[in-house]
């Protein structure tokens, strides 16, 4: 198994344009969660699915932000009309019981 | 919501030195997991510890619950080591609460 992948790696986009990312678990783990990080903080917690049931979503995660997990499989991350304070380091994590193993990440850059 | 801080924010070694690296944690906890985040931003496991000790290489790790802290000791310290060490803690729910991290930088 090669771990939590994440594409894209980096993304550059002008605000006000959409924006999607996906996330490809660990294949047996049931869980997933997408955390957000600016520079010089710790990730922050953005939502959360088991299977394909998302259970729990930070006030962080504004209208503007979607996610889905169709088949409790990969799962997708949408930012629509992107704004500047958006940049940050997109996290995706998955877990089969309480250990979160992460992915490389998503860098966002909103210009 | 449960607030975790760490200390020291900033620690400079020489290569060879020891450290230790402590995480306070404000409330009861089910999971605790130390992360070691390289330059190119990913998260590298290091210890799953919601009690007890554990150590893996030169690497340690110490959690008291009752206490509500725990410690991640590092040996004979590598310029490889260099980095942003997070504590995350889970209190319910499933999510993890970060830190804010040390910065660690080991000097050849």
């Known amino acids: 198994d090669t771990g939590v992948s994440q594409d894209p790696r980096h993304k550059i986009t002008k605000r006000g344009q959409n924006v999607t990312f996906r996330c490809d678990p660990i294949?047996?783990?049931?869980?997933l969660y997408w955390y957000r990080q600016t520079l010089g903080q710790g990730p922050e917690f953005l939502t959360y699915?088991?299977?394909?049931?998302?259970?729990?979503k930070s006030r962080l995660l504004s209208d503007r932000f979607s996610a889905e997990r169709p088949k409790g499989s990969f799962s997708t991350l949408e930012i629509q009309r992107t704004e500047q304070g958006d940049s940050a380091m997109y996290l995706c994590?998955?877990?089969?019981?309480?250990?979160?193993?992460f992915g490389p990440g998503t860098r966002l850059t909103v210009t | 919501g449960i607030q975790v801080e760490q200390s020291p924010p900033d620690l400079i070694l020489q290569e060879g030195a020891n450290s230790t690296l402590r995480c306070n944690f404000s409330?009861?906890?089910?999971?605790l997991q130390w992360f070691h985040q390289n330059p190119w931003g990913q998260l590298i496991n290091l210890f799953y510890?919601?009690?007890g000790t554990k150590q893996n290489g030169r690497l340690s790790a110490t959690t008291v619950a009752t206490e509500r802290y725990s410690l991640l000791y590092i040996s004979s310290s590598q310029t490889t080591d260099s980095g942003v060490y997070f504590c995350a803690v889970e209190t319910s729910g499933s999510r993890l609460t970060f830190g804010e991290g040390t910065q660690l930088t080991v000097n050849p």
């Open positions: 510890i919601p009690s």
């Open positions: 994590a998955s877990s089969l019981d309480s250990e979160q193993y």
């Open positions: 409330d009861s906890v089910n999971n």
């Open positions: 294949s047996e783990h049931n869980r």
């Open positions: 699915f088991q299977n394909e049931a998302q259970l729990e």
